[in-house]
């Protein structure tokens, strides 16, 4: 089941922050997060796991609601090269490889 | 992380025809996924390849579309058979990779830069 994200797309200016939402209508063992830029390979954020443990980059935070099976990508004081499209991935239990990514979120941060 | 080479990175081809993507990676690695995606779209697995077994492919993707190989821990080739138009998409390589400090059985992907195929 593919995973819901919102907003699809979203502009900001430098200096905003923004908040991308990744819901899922089964149970999950982990969530993540990967930003792809025009032409480039997806590159990995950030990994929320189930029970608490969180593993990504200092600049991204992320939070991981269990029960409510949902996630959210918290970027703070938007920079240029935040542009790009954020895709989540779930994947429904451990040790599993496969990830059901969403549809992704465009977002273009402008001067 | 693991460092991925893909190749093509782009081709037109004609309808009918078949064309092969390899992927190599500069680290052994046990496990290999392909992904599709469609223009502006989102990444979707088509199969997974392990070294010495046969690929297992995801519902909507058959063997006989998207025959894979996977020679050794490093290599892997996914062929895309009788082309059509709508299979005109991005296709890439990923692997599993260790994130520095194992967390409980997870592991993340690094992908390839892609294999962009338009068919005419």
């Known amino acids: 089941q593919q995973p819901v994200q919102s907003p699809q797309a979203v502009i900001l200016r430098e200096g905003e922050d923004a908040v991308i939402n990744c819901s899922s209508s089964k149970a999950l063992y982990s969530v993540h997060w990967y930003r792809q830029k025009h032409g480039e390979a997806p590159v990995f954020l950030m990994i929320?796991?189930?029970?608490?443990e969180q593993k990504g980059h200092e600049k991204i935070s992320a939070s991981f609601n269990e029960k409510k099976q949902q996630s959210s990508l918290y970027l703070t004081a938007s920079q240029l090269s935040y542009s790009g499209t954020y895709f989540c991935?779930?994947?429904?239990?451990?040790?599993?490889?496969?990830?059901?990514f969403g549809k992704g979120t465009k977002l273009s941060v402008i001067p | 992380s693991a460092v991925i080479s893909q190749k093509p990175s782009r081709d037109i081809c004609q309808r009918g025809t078949s064309l092969t993507i390899q992927c190599q990676v500069d680290s052994q690695v046990t496990m290999m996924f392909w992904y599709r995606q469609q223009p502006g779209q989102s990444l979707t697995l088509i199969a997974t390849a392990n070294q010495g077994s046969e690929a297992t492919y995801e519902s909507g993707f058959v063997i006989d579309k998207f025959p894979i190989s996977r020679p050794n821990l490093t290599f892997s080739t996914l062929t895309v058979s009788n082309m059509s138009p709508e299979d005109s998409s991005i296709y890439l390589c990923?692997?599993?990779?260790?994130?520095?400090?194992?967390?409980?059985?997870?592991?993340?992907?690094?992908f390839g830069a892609g294999s962009r195929l338009t068919v005419l």
């Open positions: 990923s692997v599993e990779d260790r994130i520095g400090v194992p967390l409980s059985g997870a592991n993340v992907l690094t």
């Open positions: 991935g779930t994947v429904g239990g451990a040790g599993s490889y496969q990830l059901t």
């Open positions: 929320l796991l189930k029970g608490g």
